[in-house]
Nanobody, 119 residues
Framework: QVQLVESGGGLVQPGGSLRLSCAASGSLFTIYDMGWHRQAPGKQRELVAFITSGGRTNYADSVKGRFTIFRDNAKNTVYLQMNSLKPEDTAVYYC?????????????WGQGTQVTVSS
């Protein structure tokens, strides 16, 4: 069974920084694309950033220049470095990954971690 476990959320003041982590574990063979999404209260879940197995990245316009996604393939972990945080970045952040495991290829999601940007 494959699991994604996020960490690193919390309360931060506007202009501050946080780093989120998401580690994949279990009977997995290959991890392809990994990404971060977020969902604010009353809004739909949106893609924040993703990174391919080859390291190509893509970002939502709202976070370009402030957030950086990167991965450590040896640790099966994806990170989201968030700088210059704004109140509108407040949301539950979820990671996801396309993973080939003993069960085949599937899209897995973490449980979410709360990020609150407030003074």
């Amino acid at each position: 069974q494959v699991q994604l476990v996020e960490s690193g959320g919390g309360l931060v003041q506007p202009g501050g920084s946080l780093r989120l982590s998401c580690a994949a574990s279990g009977s997995l063979f290959t991890i392809y694309d990994m990404g971060w999404h977020r969902q604010a209260p009353g809004k739909q879940r949106e893609l924040v950033a993703f990174i391919t197995s080859g390291g190509r990245t893509n970002y939502a316009d709202s976070v370009k220049g402030r957030f950086t996604i990167f991965r450590d393939n040896a640790k099966n972990t994806v990170y989201l470095q968030m700088n210059s945080l704004k109140p509108e970045d407040t949301a539950v952040y979820y990671c996801n990954a396309d993973i080939v495991s003993t069960m085949g290829k599937d899209d897995y999601w973490g449980q979410g971690t709360q990020v609150t940007v407030s003074s």
